[in-house]
């Protein structure tokens, strides 16, 4: 085991006792004693392959009440081969750096509101999160999701759009209070965190492979492949993540909402609340970079067509929402129809996540391709 201050890191299921899970408790739960751990192994949904994220349950308790927490604990997966060591550092810090320092800041802000940390605040709770400097072995401690009910859709099925609906609201969230926290403040957020690193080497890679895999599922649109290839220009999309001088608004994005970083819970069929997680490549980037995202890697061609404008108007509504009325700001007035014509420029970034997910994950099928025709058609393809 590391060791991280005072706190213990796990480096395995088995590194997970009693008297740690209790010191990592009682910084939120005052008074609370855990007596038993029950390890349930490790859980895993969706294509995530860089971190071992280990399911227990501890018993105990608390102001005479007994207890039981269900929680999961993400652990660095140094031995992964699917990921280079350095990169994978990099990964995990950006999410301790996110867990540790960012969230109590946004919470503070939703507190404000008094804003409930239930099933409609757009993140899991991490009880702790923490790095051993000399191992470089992290540890995300949180709340178990699963057992509430949470679950990623299977088989990277598109959102229907209840679900996409829940998911910008969660979104306006994220937004909202990133940018009432930076108004505040008065300090803004790269200044306190550490953003996604992306290797220009290994996304030039995968864009590269996306486009052969767009090629060879529509050999007849050549047209499109040419338009694509024009546009997917890894040098000029990574400056614009990195660039903190455009004048446009810029938010904390969670840089990689798609569907299997979203946990969603049910009512039946009926979708009631939604989960971000895997906060690994976070952004600090106008709004709409998300919105893109969400849509050409989570949509299919129905709700992309035919909900996107109630979608974005919800969308709209939960950031005003957020916002409030007491910190007048410029994204307070930023309107609804800026935000759809920001979209349609984004959305380029949303094709550019898409590419470079292509050949992985997210294969070109009928729907993308009709999605991006759209796209051309407003004259930004």
């Known amino acids: 085991m590391a060791t991280s201050g005072k706190l213990i890191i796990p480096e395995s299921a088995e590194d997970i006792a009693p008297s740690w899970v209790q010191q990592v408790l009682q910084r939120d739960l005052l008074g609370v004693t855990i007596t038993d751990v029950y390890v349930k192994g490790r859980i895993g949904e969706g294509e995530g392959f860089m971190a071992n994220i280990v399911a227990f349950d501890a018993l105990g308790t608390r102001n005479g009440t007994s207890q039981c927490y269900s929680l999961v604990a993400k652990l660095t997966d140094l031995s992964s081969t699917l990921c280079p060591r350095d ?41 702790f999160a923490a790095t051993d400097p000399s191992s470089m072995v992290s540890v995300r401690v949180m709340e178990n999701l699963k057992t509430q009910g949470f679950s990623i859709k299977p088989d990277l099925q598109p959102l229907g759009r209840e679900e996409m609906m829940l998911t910008v609201g969660a979104l306006a969230q994220l937004h909202g209070l990133s940018h009432r926290l930076d108004v505040r403040s008065g300090v803004p957020l790269p200044e306190k965190c550490t953003f996604g690193p992306f290797s220009p080497p290994v996304v030039a890679h995968l864009c590269k492979k996306g486009l052969k895999t767009f090629a060879e599922a529509f050999p007849e649109e050549k047209d499109l492949l040419f338009r694509l290839e024009k546009v997917v220009n890894v040098q000029r999309f990574l400056e614009d993540l990195a660039d903190r001088k455009s004048s446009r608004l810029r938010v904390l994005n969670h840089g990689d ?102 050949e992985i994950v997210l294969r070109p099928d009928p729907d993308f391709l009709r999605m991006i025709q759209e796209i051309k058609e407003w004259g930004v393809l």
């Open 257 to 358: 909402c798609w569907t299997n970083n979203i946990m969603i819970k049910y009512d039946g069929d009926v979708p009631t609340a939604v989960k971000l997680v895997d906060w690994q490549v976070i952004q600090y980037v106008p709004p709409t970079y998300d919105l893109a995202m969400l849509f050409l890697c989570s949509a299919g061609w129905d709700v992309f067509h035919n909900h996107r404008d109630a979608i974005l108007a919800h969308y709209h509504q939960q950031l005003q929402d957020t916002l409030g009325q007491n910190d007048p700001s410029d994204l307070q007035s930023y309107t609804l129809e800026q935000l759809k014509a920001d979209f349609q420029t984004d959305c380029l970034y949303g094709v550019f996540s898409r590419v470079m997910r292509m």
């Open 87 to 127: 990169n994978l550092i990099d990964y995990e810090r950006v999410e301790i750096v996110f867990y540790s320092r960012v969230v109590p800041e946004l919470l503070s802000v939703a507190a404000d509101d008094h804003r409930p940390f239930d099933d409609s605040f757009f993140l899991p709770k991490c009880y």
